[in-house]
């Protein structure tokens, strides 16, 4: 693990006028100089991969924390339920024969085999996220267990479906607690898990992604995320306090293991690596190709751009794997992905920049449309922090992003009526909450796309628009850069030119002479703010 010291390291501040720095925008990059004194902070070095994958999951299995051993636990002619994370995570994707749980649902299987369990059935967690394809399916667990497993007994979990869902319970807070009625009646739940933030695992896995609409509104509200004080930061996220009270009521009526693992910085391959790097730190190489890069993405059309990105498979290497009882597993899981992630950060600024990159976890094979620009800008870059925010209260945030109005029909069809319809009324979540959100969740039209077709749920939007609800509110004002003047106004944004531009009109807003900081991100990391 690094030391405080290297950590430091990863903060530089801008010496020279006209400095430049590269900046994420969708699908293209900028290159534009900051002001003498900015503070640039970039994510950690990546760590050293697990040498032996294999040798390490079956450590895991045979050495569970607070369970007995995975073998032990199977029997004959009893009932398991292997469900993994869908295509939310990670971003980008790993290439199939990488991709963890391809491996350790192998594993699994062929533990089921040596104690002559036969009764199994794989459920991608989906959750209210749409449906995964065939061959997304197959990108994650493979072609040995998709050619023995699909479609019958290898499916993705239905949220709408009446029959195959059942309320288990309510927690003391009365939150009602549905999970997917397979998972429920098993003898053993399995869950394979990958960890690409520290929002994400431990109990929520289970009640995101195997749950219904009425489990999710207790958690996915305004009330509920707008006291998150940083989704990033479990022990003073609202949002776990509820999955926590939902998972001990699963803890009371089903017996499930689960397994969980941590990723390194290796998002980019190759032909991306000066990404990997600081800028003071490029090659004559790095630099040529960087420019090579970003003046080939602007000559070319949109549609070329996004399936070039959307092509790209990250060489992640897995830093960690542990299986047992959740609440252990995911403690051990928090502290690698801290180890990995966090930066030390002394001080607020008044003004914080961050590029927002082409994709998020709901567009996958899918377009960025306005409501997920929303969602990746203030809601979970805002977010990526513990302690305090990196920008003060009141400041301003300066986003990098096109934000062009695209949308996909198909995957995202409430999505463009939010936009169309409800935006153009009101702003105001909790307005939209009371207004709107039943109406949207429970359309028969939209039902229908997400079981039958490649949609979001209908309520799906809503939950976007809360999720960056506590950012939007925290800032006094967010610019985007170019951004289209038309969708900033309508999500209430404001837009300018260039960086340089974007400073000068937050001068106004902060002061003249303003601590600025640059977020350089992907790869995903934390910033832990000591005020």
């Known amino acids: 693990m690094a030391s405080h010291k290297d950590r430091e390291r990863l903060v530089i501040h801008v010496e020279k006028p006209g400095e430049k720095f590269l900046f994420h925008c969708g699908e293209q990059f900028l290159w534009e100089s900051l002001p003498v004194g900015t503070r640039i902070i970039y994510p950690p070095s990546s760590f050293p991969p697990i040498e032996n994958l294999d040798e390490a999951i079956e450590k895991a299995l045979d050495n569970?924390?607070?369970?007995?051993?995975?073998?032990?636990?199977?029997?004959?002619?009893?009932?398991?339920?292997?469900?993994?994370?869908?295509?939310?995570?990670?971003?980008?994707?790993?290439?199939?024969?990488?991709?963890?749980?391809?491996?350790?649902?192998?594993?699994?299987?062929?533990?089921?085999?040596?104690?002559?369990?036969?009764?199994?059935?794989?459920?991608?967690?989906?959750?209210?996220?749409?449906?995964?394809?065939?061959h997304e399916i197959r990108e994650r667990v493979g072609k040995r267990v998709v050619g023995e497993f699909f479609p019958d007994r290898l499916?993705?979990?239905?949220?709408?479906?009446?029959?195959?869902?059942?309320?288990?319970?309510?927690?003391?807070?009365?939150?009602?607690?549905?999970?997917?009625?397979?998972?429920?009646?098993?003898?053993?739940?399995?869950?394979?898990?990958?960890?690409?933030?520290s929002m994400n695992g431990g109990h929520k896995s289970i009640n995101v992604g195997l749950t219904t609409y009425r489990s999710l509104r207790h958690h996915h509200n305004v009330h509920t995320l707008i006291n998150s004080k940083s989704y990033m930061d479990p022990p003073n996220s609202a949002l776990h306090q509820v999955l926590e009270r939902m998972g001990r009521v699963v803890a009371d009526h089903v017996k499930s293991f689960q397994i969980e693992t941590t990723l390194n910085t290796d998002t980019f391959p190759h032909i991306f690596s000066?990404?990997?790097?600081?800028?003071?730190?490029?090659?004559?190489?790095?630099?040529?190709?960087?420019?090579?890069?970003?003046?080939?993405?602007?000559?070319?059309?949109?549609?070329?751009?996004?399936?070039?990105?959307?092509?790209?498979?990250?060489?992640?290497?897995?830093?960690?794997?542990?299986?047992?009882?959740?609440?252990?597993?995911?403690?051990?899981?928090l502290e690698q992905l801290i180890g990995q992630q966090?930066?030390?950060?002394?001080?607020?600024?008044?003004?914080?920049?961050?590029?927002?990159?082409?994709?998020?976890?709901?567009?996958?094979?899918s377009i960025m449309n306005p409501i997920l620009t929303w969602v990746l800008s203030v809601g979970y870059c805002f977010n990526l922090y513990r302690g305090q925010p990196l920008v003060r209260k009141g400041g301003v945030l300066i986003f990098t992003h096109?934000?062009?109005?695209?949308?996909?029909?198909?995957?995202?069809?409430?999505?463009?009526?939010?936009?169309?319809?409800?935006?153009?009324?009101?702003?105001?979540?909790?307005?939209?909450?009371?207004?709107?959100?039943?109406?949207?969740?429970t359309n028969e039209s939209y039902r229908q796309m997400f079981r039958q077709g490649y949609a979001y749920h209908?309520?799906?939007?809503?939950?976007?628009?809360?999720?960056?609800?506590?950012?939007?509110?925290?800032?006094?004002?967010v610019i985007f850069v170019p951004g289209d003047p038309d969708v900033a106004e309508r999500l209430g944004f404001e837009v300018a030119p260039t960086v340089a531009?974007?400073?000068?009109?937050?001068?106004?807003?902060?002061?003249?002479?303003?601590?600025?900081?640059?977020?350089?991100?992907?790869?995903?990391?934390v910033c832990d703010v000591e005020c």
């Open 155 to 197: 499916y993705n979990h239905d949220a709408e479906d009446p029959d195959g869902n059942v309320m288990l319970g309510t927690t003391d807070h009365g939150e009602e607690v549905w999970i997917n009625r397979r998972a429920a009646e098993s003898d053993l739940l399995i869950y394979v898990n990958i960890n690409l933030t």
């Open 274 to 333: 000066f990404l990997r790097k600081p800028e003071p730190s490029w090659t004559a190489w790095d630099a040529a190709n960087f420019q090579f890069t970003r003046k080939s993405l602007k000559a070319i059309p949109f549609s070329l751009r996004w399936r070039i990105w959307q092509g790209q498979r990250a060489p992640y290497g897995i830093t960690s794997i542990q299986a047992g009882q959740v609440g252990a597993v995911h403690k051990h899981t």
């Open 64 to 134: 569970p924390l607070e369970a007995d051993p995975l073998s032990a636990q199977l029997r004959r002619a009893m009932k398991v339920t292997i469900a993994f994370d869908d295509l939310s995570l990670p971003l980008p994707p790993m290439p199939t024969q990488r991709d963890p749980r391809k491996r350790i649902i192998e594993k699994v299987l062929e533990k089921c085999a040596e104690k002559g369990v036969t009764d199994i059935h794989l459920i991608a967690a989906t959750g209210l996220h749409r449906r995964m394809t065939p």
């Open 458 to 477: 209908g309520v799906h939007p809503f939950y976007m628009w809360y999720w960056g609800i506590y950012g939007a509110r925290w800032a006094g004002k």
């Open 402 to 441: 096109p934000l062009y109005k695209r949308f996909h029909s198909k995957h995202h069809p409430s999505y463009i009526d939010f936009y169309e319809k409800i935006l153009t009324d009101t702003r105001e979540p909790a307005q939209i909450e009371q207004k709107y959100e039943e109406k949207f969740a």
């Open 342 to 365: 966090a930066v030390p950060i002394k001080g607020q600024s008044d003004i914080v920049i961050a590029g927002v990159p082409y994709l998020s976890p709901y567009n996958v094979n």
């Open 501 to 525: 531009e974007a400073i000068e009109r937050a001068k106004d807003f902060v002061g003249p002479s303003p601590h600025i900081s640059y977020f350089h991100w992907p790869p995903i990391f």
